[in-house]
């Protein structure tokens, strides 16, 4: 079962994840999108949006120096145990509230405006559920494990972070997995089930930055001249007869 749990799902999940947002590039580029609904609601758009947003790309930022960075890496730079587990309580813990906040303003607003929630499909809510969970579970083990200090302290670098990467290098090593908290195997399951279900999703528009907008040439506007040919211009809300041949 640890096989199973941390060494084949691991690569299943990122092989979907891989192969499903090369599929869907190919054969669904028009329904490569948000699907924006913002015509439809946006008081508390204006506020869900940004919370979410802002705040997941904080905790993307935190789990990319938590699980890539290796410890010794911040060792050599000067940065002590306590700073870091500080850093990643603080820093982590706002943004991992914010996230869910924003989320929760985001999922009331779907179902609660009519036309929005209309345009919510099956995956939608699959989605905002595993969403939910994923994010629900990494702040409670940021609150339980660093704040309240529940179950005992517990150090995911040594731990969780090394079987992270093991999984790139093609070495896993499930025993390290095996050995975590049960709050950290569930925060990992339900990433890796969001993984697998990434590429179906609307979330594909995180690979959509458009960089190449800086680069476009320009557009150029011309005034329309007061008058075309010999004929004037008639007003936008006159009759215009076409000529009889």
Request: include cysteine; charged fraction near 15%.
């Amino acid at each position: 079962m640890t096989t199973l749990l941390w060494v084949i799902v691991p690569y299943v999940a990122l092989a979907i994840f891989v192969v499903g947002h090369i599929w869907r590039y190919r054969y669904d580029k028009f329904g490569w999108t948000t699907r924006s609904s913002q015509l439809y609601e946006d008081r508390l758009l204006r506020w869900g949006s940004p919370l979410f947003h802002f705040g997941i790309l904080f905790v993307f930022l935190g789990h990319v120096m938590g699980l890539v960075i290796p410890k010794n890496w911040t060792d050599a730079i000067g940065m002590s145990e306590e700073l870091y587990h500080f850093l990643a309580i603080a820093v982590g813990g706002i943004a991992g509230f914010c996230t869910l906040v924003g989320l929760v303003l985001l999922i009331y607003r779907r179902r609660t405006t009519g036309p929005v929630f209309r345009a919510t499909t099956r995956m939608d809510k699959a989605m905002y559920v595993a969403l939910a969970l994923v994010i629900a579970l990494g702040l409670w083990n940021t609150v339980a494990g660093g704040v309240l200090n529940l179950g005992g302290h517990y150090n995911y670098r040594t731990g969780v972070s090394e079987w992270w990467r093991s999984i790139f290098y093609l070495q896993p090593k499930p025993e390290l997995m095996a050995q975590a908290p049960l709050g950290f195997q569930l925060h990992a399951m339900t990433a890796m089930a969001l993984f697998a279900m990434w590429p179906f999703t609307r979330l594909v528009h995180v690979f959509s930055v458009p960089l190449f907008y800086l680069w476009r040439p320009y557009v150029v506007y011309r005034s329309r001249s007061d008058r075309l040919g010999s004929r004037s211009q008639p007003r936008g809300w006159d009759r215009v007869d076409s000529p009889r041949r």
